[in-house]
């Protein structure tokens, strides 16, 4: 009786679970008897409370040989007379160190010749006038590790001026004789690094600023029969600035001089302290106003900003967002980590406060943006909202 | 008679239980695959959830009642004074899988599924047929529903954009029942016992918001209330054989659940993931259950048939609570009515007693009937009834005492006018029932 009795449980048992079915297809059948927790979602537009540009100096130092990736990746030097912004004058500082080690041959020679080679990467200003700066010797010790552009470094001694046509290439400065034998010996010791401060790029003539990579620029040092490189280990800007006014409906973001535009909206208003957040977006407008420049005048515009999250006080500064000038001149951050900072703000717990519009330190430029400030098209963040009951 | 080699019997023992376990692992497997099996009627929402009740898997093929009842092969646990009449040790667990179809006026239905478990319990008698004690774990309430509602959103004003997203409704857990009884016989005829109730659980209401892209973080909104707190049942039953006939017994029964109160706790989350809530708010008060009543008939013609009928009433009337519960709002006194259940069927058992007849007559077949005015409805004007007509058939197994049995439950609850849902359920359940002579001290002979 034994498999009779199991064939048939079996098939009682099967049969049970088919004839109940399975499946689930919910739908909104039943919804009229639902006391609803939250409403469905909406979207709140929130225009900027806070946008304004910061005093704040960029951060235009850059170190080489570090693991730190914020450090500016150029040099710049010069002055430029913008006709629609003003006055800026670029002051630059480079040190070098050897980039491989001394021969013997080279530490018992002496010094023939020494030449900079510095790759221009970066030109703002008249391109059709030369540009006359100067090197001046470094007296002392000096570090660009996070240094901003209104750090204060005095120089030595004259070295050189040259002039060359601000357009990108090499430009090649031949160390005079005189200043070479007076550092005959410094080059060709081990420790030239702590000896050698290196020099400032200082002003003298013509209307640009331009930039020298720090990767492609480089020192030779040579003695009868052998040469040594020297790179850039070290590199600032600082910059000084009389500027013109900017119209009122337009934030200049300027990077190196004006980098930073604060930038906060009433997250933490009453209304929006129940809600839960589904996604944050910011969206900020750029301006093309009509500035005139003359002929062969380049004046470089922005292709990026980051935007900031900070604490309430200052002292963290987070990346949240990259955000690309698309061809119609918007520029957009969302994502997870802006979203996350925005609801903390709404519900007013952990640190975020508020946002900053930054250019990208790395580039160290004086790229240019204005920024939409007012109207339809001012600085305004839609979050997608379920407002709790 | 047939010879069975030993080899053979354990062979098929070892069949049979994959067999059970496979059924059992199935539908709990889709429980947590699917999570569809959390889903059910949108009625029981209201209150503290969908009243439940499981006294064994024999009632629960007759109707559901079983107050005055006895029987060798079941643990009544509608009655605690039945417990005196238990002569071996008895360990029953059983597990439930339903769907609900919901429709309303003039809009689609909604087909639900869930799985849950049933009851565990288990009993022995200290003395056989005069006293015994008996623990079980049932379901009280039961709250499980589910409604979707698909939106769409216009999430950027400035391009248009639209997205669509669901916002989903459920509720999900309820209250159990873990009680603790003995029942002893008085004489021949009468039975008296009571049990300690110790009801708790855990109510859920969620509200999730899901957005098709991934650009949106999904929320989660969840109101829990944990419940908890003792209660005790009172039971009596008197059975008179011979009454009619030389071989039927009738016997009656009563049962008194005094009222009581749970202390509740509550907590309001809102989450933008799975990962992080934020606590809200976080309440706590007292609710009053009601007393219950329940009277039931038995009645044996011979040994082959077993009438019943019940007859529950719960004084819903009488609910308070510090906290709101849905269709109930604090110092609403009267928000519900009074829960009536009528329930009634019939057990065929052809072999009776008889140990050596074969497989088909071994097993034993049930029908029955229910009708349930709930005790709650979302439109007061509107009384939600339920009635159903149940079956049942218990197979017996290849280790003595041991049953396994299979039930079905076929029910309408509700109604479409109103702005109401009518529900149209399927129940099927199946219970394992373990019989063995466990703490009887054996006699020297």
Known sequence: MNTPRFRFTALLLISGYLLVGCGDDPTNVGIGLIDVQAEEPEVVRLEASTFASSLDPDVTGGPLFTDEESGASRVLAGRVDDPALGSITALGYIDFVQSSSMSDDFKNGTISSMELRLETDYVYGDTLTPLTLRLLDMPGDWTSTGARANTVLNAGSPVVEFSFLPVPGTVSIDIPASWIASNNATFRRDDVGELFHGFQIQFVDGNAVVGFSHLQSIMRVAVPGDTVNFQITELLTTFSKDPLPTPSEYILLQDGSDATVDLSFELTREDLSDNVIHRSVIHLNTAAPDLTTPSGFVRPSLASVFLIAITGDDDHRVPIGFGLIESDGLISFENESLNNAVQNIVKDIGEWKRFEIVAPVSENSLDVLFLQRSGETAPRILLTVTSVN | MRFVHPHSVSYRKCLF?????????????????????????????????????????????????????????????????????????????????????????????????????????????????????????????????????????????????????????????????????????????????????????????????????????????????????????????????????????????????????????????????????????????????????????????????????????????????????????????????????????????????????????????????????????????????SIGVTGGISVPTLIPGTRIDMNLDVGRRGTTDNGLIEDRYIRFGVSLNFGERWFIQRKLR
Do not use: C
Not at chain 2, 35 to 41: H, I, K, N, P, V
Not at chain 2, 145 to 167: A, L
Not at chain 2, 255 to 284: C, I, M, Q, Y
Not at chain 2, 349 to 375: E, H, K, V, W
């Open chain 2, 17 to 385: 239980s994959a067999l059970l376990i496979w059924v059992i692992a199935g539908v709990t497997t889709q429980t947590a695959i699917a999570q569809s099996l959390t889903d059910g009627s949108i009625y029981s929402r209201f209150g503290l959830g969908d009243r439940s009740s499981f006294f064994s898997s024999k009632s629960q093929g007759m109707g559901g009642g079983g107050v005055a009842f006895g029987s060798i092969n079941y643990v009544n646990f509608a009655n605690p004074a039945s417990f005196g009449d238990m002569i071996f040790t008895r360990f029953s667990a059983g597990i439930n899988y339903e769907t609900v179809t919901e429709s309303a006026d003039n809009e689609d239905s909604s087909k639900l599924a869930s799985g849950y478990l049933n009851a565990i319990q288990f009993a022995f008698p200290l003395k056989p047929n005069k006293f015994g004690f008996g623990l079980s774990f049932t379901p009280f309430t039961r709250v499980s529903y589910r409604v979707d509602s698909h939106g769409t959103i216009v999430s950027d004003p400035e391009d248009g954009t639209q997205e669509p997203f669901i916002t989903s409704f459920r509720g999900n857990g309820g209250l159990h029942k873990l009680s603790a009884g003995l029942g002893y016989r008085i004489g021949n005829s009468l039975g008296i016992g009571a049990s300690a109730d110790f009801v708790f659980g855990i109510i859920e209401e969620t509200q999730r918001t899901t957005f098709e892209s991934i650009r949106f973080v999904d929320s989660h909104i969840v109101k829990s209330t944990r419940l908890s707190g003792f209660s005790a049942t009172l039971g009596i039953r008197f059975s008179r054989p011979r009454l009619f006939g030389a071989n039927d017994a009738f016997s009656v029964g009563a049962t008194f659940s005094v009222p009581t109160t749970l202390s509740a706790h509550r907590v309001f989350t809102v989450g933008e993931s799975e990962a992080v809530d934020t606590l809200k708010t976080n309440l706590k008060g007292n609710v009053d259950l009601p007393k219950s009543i329940g009277v039931g008939i038995a009645y044996q013609p011979n040994r082959h048939w077993t009438i019943v009928a019940d007859i529950f009433f719960e004084e819903w009337s009488a609910f308070k609570s510090d906290l709101a519960f849905p269709g109930y709002a604090p110092g609403g006194a009267g928000a519900f009515d009074d829960r009536l259940r009528f329930s009634g069927g019939a057990e065929f058992f052809p072999s009776a007693r008889d140990q050596f007849s074969g497989f088909f007559r071994a097993m034993t077949f049930r029908l029955g009937f229910y009708a349930d005015r709930s005790y709650v409805s979302p439109e007061p004007s509107t009384k939600i009834n």
